[in-house]
């Protein structure tokens, strides 16, 4: 099978340009600059006129759920809200039931996306306080790195002996992504806000509770074993302008999630708990900082931590209602929009949503556009209006905080492989990814 893209305006690499890609079967056969298209016999040509070509996006942090926990999201459904947001491939999260903490549960779940899963895929495996000797065993190949939740988050994973992390860090080959809070600071601020304000504290405490200081000591902590055991230290979902004063030397590199971006704790007022994530959407002066961060290099990398729950488990406040929502199918078009806003380029944008997470997970063949990768594509139109209603959610849960949101950008196709996954509106939901390969 070969196809031509043409017509549109190419983004990779740091440059726009002019020009047309043919695909051959799975790959990227040719790049071709300039605007006209390649002279070859081509099966399929599709017109991307009016739209910009970019690499497909990788996440690298999400949620699907399965096994175990299905009636809020599962590989099938996720993926399909993956396909048509832009998202070619994922990197998912271990806290699942059962937890992706052991060789059996990791095989487990590839089996379940070799059969389920509409675009690409691979699972991180999760850090406890005593399975250090499942490490040497690892595929470097097949896995992005090793989960390691130093405060507690969904799932019950915690990690928060010292002589533990001390292990984790020395003995890890793989990189180390850590969910950093110090739940002890937690657990007293919990106390204190349900002393005044009773058993479960309005969500616009929630930042109060997952603290600014709670984030910053527990990456400090991550930083300081990860400097002394030289390992791989990748931090997710920063929150806060503090932290930011840790991210630098070699091998430390730090994630920012669309919703720390987009959001501010004046959300609350609006959205309540459907912003409710784990750590807290802060202030808009962190946003802020955030935001700037995506620029000079302190920000490596922006994910979503898509972490669906239905609504009747998102009801309550600080301590009843879950943490965690669903934004993989509009993580790409919600950045754009901030492309539109001035806080970041377009180039920049593909810098930290497709190339970075190849280059720091060593991702073998995607992630860029260039002869020879594997052909994952995204097309989108500026200057399409639309509105997100329930009906256009595909994530199984069935809500999304943009839920009302007017967007300009249209993701118009995606390809994965080289195959139209996603198109005219609709999943081909009989098309299976690959397995995403490292190094």
Known sequence: MRTVIQGGKIVNEGKIFDGSIVVEDTKISKIVEGETSPEDIVDEVIDASGCFVLPGVIDDHVHFREPGLTEKADIDSESRAAAAGGVTSFFDMPNTVPQTTTLEALEEKFALAAQKSHVNYSFFFGATNDNVACFDQLDAHRIPGIKLFMGSSTGNMLVDRRESLERIFSSARLPIMAHCEDTDIINRNMTEAKRKYGDDPEVVHHPEIRSEEACYESTRLAVELAQKHQARLHIAHLTTAKELELIAGEGITAEATVSHLYFSDSAYATLGTRIKCNPAIKTAQDRAAL?????????????????????????????????????????????????????????????????????????????????????????????????????????????????GHEFSWQVERTLCNGHSVYADGTVDADYIGQPVSFR
């Not at 052909?375 to 639309?386: M, Q």
């Open 291 to 403: 935001r700037q961060a995506l620029n000079d290099g302190r920000i490596a990398v922006i994910g979503t931590d898509h972490a669906p729950h239905l609504l009747s488990q998102k009801e309550g406040g600080c301590a009843r209602a879950a943490s965690g929502m669903p934004m993989i199918q509009f993580s790409l078009v919600t950045m754009l929009e901030l492309v539109d806003k001035g806080v970041l380029s377009l180039e920049r944008l593909v810098e930290l949503m497709c190339h970075n997470p190849a280059r720091l997970f060593e991702v073998r063949n995607r992630g860029f556009l260039r002869e020879g990768y594997q052909a994952d594509i995204v097309l989108v139109r500026p200057n399409s209006p639309w509105v997100c209603t329930k009906d256009t959610i595909l994530s199984k849960c069935g809500w999304s905080p943009m839920e």
